[in-house]
């Protein structure tokens, strides 16, 4: 009985301890955003007497207060446009070249390859200081485009990656179909190709649009225009000069953190398997 | 165009022959290049040429560089802030090459061994990785905090080890506290890189190590590890490389100090050619560490040349 038990202890062993650890992990991770969505539903004095516990008389002026000393109504909108500006950007440059090696039988394609492996693998360090100069001497410091040019260089070449082993894994019966029946190369990748390859763009979408949205070393170092800066680099300085205010601060990181997390929830398979997708051929 | 007399086994007439068809494709093929190759050259490879040639120079970032040849990289050698940046880059790698692999390991592991809620621990672990730096600098800056952070509210419950410890305002503590921050918003990542290759591994393996009445340990170390050991090797590359070229959240939080007690290279570098102007002895510290960097790669690679099978 005792060695029946014994072994049945082995081969089913209880998940308790398992789930214990788990969750004092998940309260590592979850907790300090916990309790950022808590503080900005406190006044400062309260944080003073309660910084960490729930809000015992919740209030909501943070919120406009944080929106309107943010500058966020401006600081939201250059965010967007970086970010969707990187995006379409990236699908376009990424798509285009990932269908000319994946299926135009493009010569060269693995001495490209290997370039966009190094391309994707190198320190911004090496290239950053002149590109700088060579950006403000061609006036493209302190402007939204200039930005979105190096975000385009510098996701681009992973994503190509990404998308061309997504084409290669695609039938191409279709396309030849097309050819056949007299299709230019452009239709045959815009009516043919291109609904297909949807997953695939849509990973690349989210994976650089959410480097995009949290970009912060080319985002410090091109833009000083207070109105041209992203949410992030603007609440670096607005989090310096209310540093004392937790509650405004808690309530402007609200504001950053909102639109990522909802993505992230509504779409976590494909944003998984594109980051990590990522980092396995970074 | 459309007539060849070669092309005899083409159908109707609007058909181009072969040997246009071919070429056409050839011309959209390179067309569909210039964008990515373009944008490349201008962004990363120009300027990354421009780096070598900009490290032997004086150079302020504005008007003429003068050809000063070796002078930076003898000045380079000679810096003693460059020294101690390098050695808090050799500290935050050996943090970053047990902690948050260490937990990753550990994560993963639990994570392969349930079924229910595993979806939920997933995402909690990933949450903070896809906030973004400034923002989980704020949040942490707020919770340790020597007046009103997890300290003084450890303190008011009888916990008073940690009261008024300033994490990130003393010299001892800036940098193992930056570090602790950017663990916190990148171990989660780990977690779900070590779980796509714990779930890849052989269950069967698991069923026999059993039977030879393996414990927990001993299946981990005996199965686990092997199975995973391509997925190991490179996320200790990938943490190297990282933690080599770190920026954001020493920027964010300390920008270095106090005093150069969290210095980095990557911050120093920054400074140097961004703040002091001088982006000729930046762009030699630069390239100093793009090439550590390309070293540590390359060795990898030879690793795995030799049948390392990483």
């Known amino acids: 009985m005792n060695t029946l038990t014994g072994r049945r202890a082995r081969r089913e062993p209880s998940k308790v301890p398992y789930y214990t650890i788990l969750l004092i992990l998940a309260l590592y991770s979850l907790g300090p955003l916990v309790v950022v969505m808590l503080n900005s539903l406190k006044s400062n004095a309260e944080i003073g007497r309660n910084p960490l516990g729930l809000p015992l008389s919740p209030v909501f002026q943070n919120f406009p207060d944080a929106w309107s000393q943010g500058n966020f109504s401006t600081t939201l909108v250059n965010s967007t446009i970086l970010t969707f500006g990187t995006v379409v950007g990236v699908c376009v440059i990424a798509g285009t070249s990932a269908y000319a090696m994946a299926r135009l039988d493009l010569p060269g394609t693995d001495a490209i390859l290997l370039y966009l492996f190094v391309a994707s693998a190198v320190p911004v360090q090496l290239f950053l200081v002149p590109l700088f100069f060579l950006w403000s001497t061609l006036h493209l410091t302190n402007t939204r485009f200039g930005l979105i040019l190096i975000y385009w260089a510098i996701f681009s070449p992973l994503a190509t990656l990404l998308l061309r082993s997504y084409l290669v894994g695609l039938p191409r019966d279709f396309e030849d179909a097309a050819r056949i029946d007299g299709a230019s190369e452009l239709q045959v990748l815009l009516r043919v190709v291109l609904p297909l390859s949807w997953p695939g763009l849509l990973t690349v979408a989210l994976v650089s649009g959410l480097a995009a949205w949290n970009e912060f070393l080319f985002a410090i170092t091109f833009i000083q225009d207070t109105n041209l800066k992203p949410v992030t680099t603007s609440f670096l300085a607005f989090q310096s000069n209310f540093s004392q205010d937790w509650g405004l601060t808690s309530a402007a990181a609200i504001y950053i953190i909102l639109p990522i997390v909802v993505l992230f929830l509504l779409l976590q398979r494909r944003f998984i398997s594109g980051l990590t997708a990522g980092g396995l051929k970074g | ?310």
């Open chain 2, 1 to 310: 165009m459309a007539q060849s007399t070669a092309d005899s086994t083409a159908g109707p007439a609007k058909r181009a022959p072969a040997g246009a068809l071919k070429r056409r494709r050839l011309l959209t093929a390179w067309l569909f290049m210039i964008p990515l190759l373009a944008i490349n050259v201008l962004v990363i490879l120009g300027p990354s040429v421009a780096t070598i040639y900009y490290s032997f120079t004086d150079w302020s970032g504005i008007g003429p560089a003068e050809f000063v040849g070796l002078e930076n990289y003898r000045e380079l050698l000679a810096d003693g802030d460059f020294w101690i940046a390098m050695w808090h880059n050799v500290i935050w790698t050996l943090l970053f090459l047990t902690v948050p692999i260490a937990m990753g390991l550990l994560g993963a592991f639990l994570l392969s061994q349930i079924q229910r809620f595993q979806i939920f621990f997933r995402i909690a672990y990933f949450i903070p990785y896809v906030v973004a730096s400034v923002v989980n600098a704020a949040l942490w800056q707020n919770l340790l905090d020597p007046d009103r952070g997890i300290g003084s509210a450890l303190a008011s419950i009888g916990i008073p080890f940690l009261d008024g410890v300033s994490f990130f305002g003393s010299e001892r503590l800036a940098l193992p506290s930056v570090a602790f921050v950017n663990i916190w918003a990148w171990w989660g990542f780990i977690v779900l890189l070590f779980l796509t290759a714990l779930q890849s591994v052989d269950h069967e393996l698991y069923e026999a190590a059993r039977m030879d009445g393996a414990g927990r340990w001993q299946q981990f170390v005996n199965v686990t590890l092997p199975g995973i050991r391509p997925t190991f090797v490179f996320v200790v590359l990938l943490t190297i490389i990282n933690s080599l070229l770190v920026f954001d959240y020493v920027y964010i939080i300390t920008r270095g100090g106090p005093a150069g007690a969290s210095e980095v290279v990557g911050t120093l570098m920054w400074k140097q050619a961004f703040e002091r102007f001088e982006a000729g002895y930046a762009a030699a510290m630069g390239l100093g560490l793009s090439f550590v960097s390309g070293v540590i790669v390359l060795i990898f690679v030879f690793l795995r040349r030799r049948g390392w099978e990483v």
